[in-house]
């Protein structure tokens, strides 16, 4: 599999291309660990002007009951603000001017098990001059190009031949990152005998100083199967032709899903998968970047993680990672090191657990090199999903916030950003009403009770019982409000991943209900966000069926990890 758009150029900025399919149950979430962290990211609420408001979140940790969460203001004492099970909240109406931070102190039953503190947070006024990234509908991050050589900016697409497999590199330039042209072809399928029968995956260009030269590095297989599992590696002195210089395999080792990371001293380093992408190797390169020097540490071993990409941020190192799944949505983890050669951090949860329907993708600075506002670019491959009949690619950008090895994000339906600027700002629709409401569901509560669903975890889930459809789940908001965003985080089993036919339906006594919402037409895997205008104090989500790529038969039980809906607090 080649994971892009079969059959048309590609630009290889944003080209992370996988594969591996596996049938197998879905694998344990990462363990929870001894100790935690905390940061939040500042967002807006829809239609207003105050970046005044936080999402804040904290690590789980092994043995804990209950998280108190306390906010200093302007540097003065903590005071507690929620005393909750989960691992996330909002804190809302900021002051302008002012600047907060957050502790965490994490209880396993009476006894303190940890602490943390966050960095500071300043509120501010939205700016002018921002570009919207919309999460719902398809929509393009446009980042400045950072192939600039003098005074020009180079890009460069592939087109396939018309039989299959690579047929040609094409280079673009312009002067000022806007109008592209003066299409040549740089890299020909006749330019040497390894490229007359390939094709390229995990595409990676950068330019090397020392030597003025780019240096293209990729993921090589031939056109046919997917048995060769080498890397490739070509250069050229800006405007001229690619010399391609070889395909291997680094020290020996398989090679599949790869990504070339430039430290700050200017070393750079593979990052692949191996052994069917059971583990993943980083190898540092020859100071001309052009080939391996060596093997540096296995990572990860029999993990079975994908599209690794990785980002140094306050001198520690972050290497974020899809879950081997096909083109399916799931689970992103990522671990930090201090340094480059380990020992690496283990795994950790962090989003829910489907990446918001898409895979872990790109990790980059909105800013090029210097900026400090990062986004995770994660990737929707849905021309692959089965039942959807969609046959697009589509990203979803999830701003990241970072504290002391630990790296957090959330889902946003718009995320505005000015990249010269270094600005990113999250918009929410309304604040979240539902989280630590009394909730209830079809069945009686087991070991995995309905407020699982409501509890700013997206770790821990409601299960109903059997596979008894339809199947509703219901929260008490405690007052009539107005909604306008409900997000869903659904339960998906590897290898039979399913899609969720429900309904929303609102009522204001809990006796008479009104549809406020048909999504029997949904065809998103693992999360869905939902936009509505309804008056209700309680919410049901009844799930009348879900939909089997693989199994003509619906044998799941109904399940929710998590359930988030925002309005207006109407009283």
Same mark, same amino acid.
């Given at each position: ?67 108190? &969460?306390?906010? +200093?203001?302007?540097?003065?004492? #903590? *005071? ?7 691992? $996330? =909240?909002? %804190? ?19 006894? &303190?098990?940890? +602490?943390?503190?966050?960095?500071? #947070? *300043? ?7 921002? $570009? =919207?990234? %919309? ?39 312009? =002067?000022? %990152? ?394």
């Amino acid at each position: 599999m080649i994971k892009g758009k079969p059959g048309i150029a590609l630009i290889i900025v944003f080209c992370w291309l996988a594969f591996h399919l596996s049938s197998s149950a879905q694998t344990a979430h990462a363990a929870a660990s001894e100790e935690t962290n905390i940061a939040a990211t500042l967002f807006v609420l829809k239609n207003e002007s105050e970046v005044s408001n936080a999402k804040i979140h904290w690590a789980p940790v092994n043995g804990a009951t209950e998280y108190e &969460l306390f906010r +200093s203001e302007n540097n003065g004492p #903590y *005071t507690l603000l929620q005393t909750l099970t989960g691992t $996330t =909240t909002d %804190d809302y109406d900021l002051s302008i001017g002012s600047t907060y931070s957050y502790q965490v102190r994490v209880y396993g039953g009476n006894s &303190l098990l940890t +602490s943390a503190v966050s960095p500071e #947070y *300043t509120p501010y006024t939205l700016p002018d001059n921002l $570009t =919207t990234f %919309d999460n719902i509908t398809k929509s393009t991050l446009s980042l400045p190009n950072e192939l600039k050589v003098g005074d020009t900016y180079y890009r460069f697409n592939f087109e396939q031949k018309s039989s299959g497999g690579f047929g040609q590199m094409i280079q673009q330039t312009s =002067t000022d %990152d806007i109008t592209y042209g003066n299409d040549k072809v740089v890299l020909s399928y006749t330019d040497h005998p390894d490229l007359a029968n390939s094709k390229f995956e995990g595409i990676n260009i950068l330019y090397h100083a020392p030597s003025n030269k780019f240096v293209f590095w990729a993921h090589y297989e031939n056109s046919t199967d997917y048995t060769l599992a080498r890397v490739s590696v070509a250069s050229a002195t800006p405007g001229e032709n690619f010399t391609f210089h070889k395909s291997f395999r680094p020290e020996g080792n398989e090679s599949r899903d790869i990504s070339i990371f430039k430290d700050d001293d200017d070393s750079a380093y593979l990052i692949s998968t191996a052994n069917n992408n059971s583990d993943t190797i980083l190898y540092k390169l020859t100071s001309d970047w052009l080939d391996v020097d060596h093997q540096v540490s296995v990572i990860y071993q029999n993990q079975h993680r994908e599209l690794p990409k990785m980002i140094k941020k306050d001198g520690i190192y972050y290497l974020f990672s899809s879950q081997a799944a096909g083109w399916y949505p799931s689970i992103p983890l990522y671990s930090s090191a201090t340094s480059i050669d380990g020992a690496w951090s283990e795994l950790r949860t962090i989003g829910n657990t489907s990446t918001f329907s898409a895979q872990s993708g790109s990790v980059m600075r909105i800013k090029p090199n210097t900026g400090n506002q990062v986004v995770m670019v994660a990737y929707r491959w849905m021309f692959g999903w089965a039942g959807t009949q969609n046959g697009t690619t589509e990203e979803r950008l999830l701003p990241v916030w970072f504290s002391n090895g630990y790296a957090f994000y959330d889902y946003f339906d718009q995320i505005l950003y000015n990249a010269n600027d270094d600005v990113v700002v999250p918009v929410q629709n309304g604040k979240l009403l539902s989280q630590g409401k009394q909730a209830t569901a079809q069945t009686a509560a087991g070991t995995n009770p309905a407020n699982y669903a409501n509890d700013g975890n997206y770790q821990t889930e409601w299960i109903g019982t059997g596979s008894s459809w339809p199947h509703w789940w219901k929260v008490d908001l405690g007052s009539v409000q107005q909604i306008n965003n409900v997000q869903i985080s659904w339960w998906m089993q590897k290898g039979s991943e399913g899609f969720y036919k429900y309904k929303i339906e609102t009522s204001t006594d809990n006796v008479n209900w009104t549809e406020a919402l048909d999504r029997t037409d949904n065809t998103s895997y693992g999360f869905t966000s939902d936009s509505l205008s309804s008056t209700a104090r309680y919410v049901r989500i009844n799930m009348l069926n879900a939909t089997l790529h693989n199994n003509p038969n619906n044998w799941y039980t109904p399940r929710l990890w998590e359930v988030k809906i925002f309005g207006t607090e109407t009283d």
